[in-house]
């Protein structure tokens, strides 16, 4: 594959890239190049993280690009997910990888790396520690986004180290590119900062879009920046009804879109269209949605920017449009749906991760 096919599969992915020169230059210089994302192994998996994440992950290795994933259990510990219970979180960790499979991502060619195996050596913690000697409180404070929290929040002191933690990742696992979302971007800046100070490479951040929840967008102070708008809208685990999660039946789904936000004519911050451009197209070559006669009978489109065009014209109504990204997602969640029916140990393992949640 040559270098313009290959860059422009990370820009389908990267919503920002940071920088976009560097990466052209890494993929014309280096044979072997390592990506890596991490996720703290939490709740439910909802299509954010499944889905969409298998679509990214699968551009990259499209690009011979290798693909790490964390799965950064002590993370999670710090962050105070499951309650803290370390037990629950590596099962969690374990479920999420089903849930991979389940969508058709090949996990045979991603190298899954636990954080509970990188914290047992000492270059591990001496490359955290060199990164907090070279950052301030302040600096870390900000990025405290990447755990879901704000820095107005009292945090704990372990969740301190957390940044620092997840700057040190991108090192020790000798990652090229951080692939992360938007809202993971104030600790990619830090690893970039504090890089040349010890004497290592800057990693490229390729920042992937943040899927919006269903519910309506939040009212937002006239100095929010238009990142943290979307970091604010995103797909959020709290609400169920603000997400689609995977093992989500049809009904379940269905409910979810009939109620989720999507005004007449209007194309931004509309999950619906969202859901459409980059899950269902990315998946499907076309996008019907299938009415009576009397109502205007079959509808199909070949591409996503014909669905906009119609929505914005008001030639598409709101309802027939959700009725088909319903139909969509069921189609897409349905062998998901029997593999946690039929694989005896991915059944086992999302009974025993829905009960603690």
């Not at 636990?114 to 520690?129: F, I, Q, S, T």
Request: glycine share 6%; with cysteine.
């Amino acid at each position: 594959m040559d270098l313009k096919k290959r860059l422009d599969l990370v820009k389908q992915v990267g919503e920002e890239i940071v920088t976009e020169k560097e990466l052209e230059e890494l993929l014309n210089s280096k044979k072997k190049i390592i990506a890596y994302d991490g996720f703290e192994p939490s709740g439910n998996i909802h299509i954010a993280q499944g889905l969409l994440k298998a679509i990214n992950i699968r551009k990259f290795l499209d690009a011979g690009i290798s693909f790490k994933m964390l799965v950064a259990d002590w993370h999670a510990w710090l962050n105070n997910k499951m309650g803290g219970d370390m037990a629950k979180i590596k099962k969690t960790g374990d479920y999420f990888v089903e849930v991979w499979k389940s969508c058709g991502l090949d996990t045979d060619k991603i190298s899954f790396v636990w954080a509970d195996d990188m914290v047992k050596n000492k270059d591990y913690w001496e490359r955290v520690l060199s990164i907090a000697r070279c950052s301030t409180i302040k600096r870390t404070l900000r990025c405290s986004q990447i755990m879901g929290r704000s820095e107005s929040m009292d945090l704990s002191t372990a969740q301190m180290f957390y940044p620092c933690m997840q700057a040190a990742d991108i090192f020790y696992l000798n990652a090229d590119i951080a692939q992360l979302g938007m809202d993971q971007r104030k600790v990619n800046m830090l690893a970039r900062e504090v890089a040349p100070k010890l004497g290592l490479k800057p990693p490229i951040a390729v920042h992937h879009h943040m899927l919006a929840g269903l519910l309506p967008p939040k009212k937002e102070g006239e100095n929010i920046s238009a990142i943290d708008k979307k970091i604010n809208q995103k797909m959020s685990k709290s609400n169920p009804m603000s997400a689609v999660f995977m093992t989500d039946d049809e009904n379940a789904i269905r409910k979810k879109i009939a109620k989720a936000y999507c005004p007449l004519k209007q194309v931004d911050d509309n999950p619906i269209l969202e859901y459409l451009k980059y899950i269902i197209f990315e998946k499907e070559k076309t996008f019907r949605i299938e009415r009576p006669q009397k109502y205007g009978g079959l509808l199909e489109f070949e591409n996503y920017e014909s669905v906009e065009k119609d929505y914005l014209e008001g030639n598409l109504h709101p309802a027939d449009l959700k009725q088909g990204v319903a139909d969509s997602l069921n189609k897409l969640l349905e062998p998901t749906r029997k593999y946690f029916e039929q694989n005896t140990k991915a059944k086992k393992l999302k009974e025993e991760v829905t009960k603690n949640m």
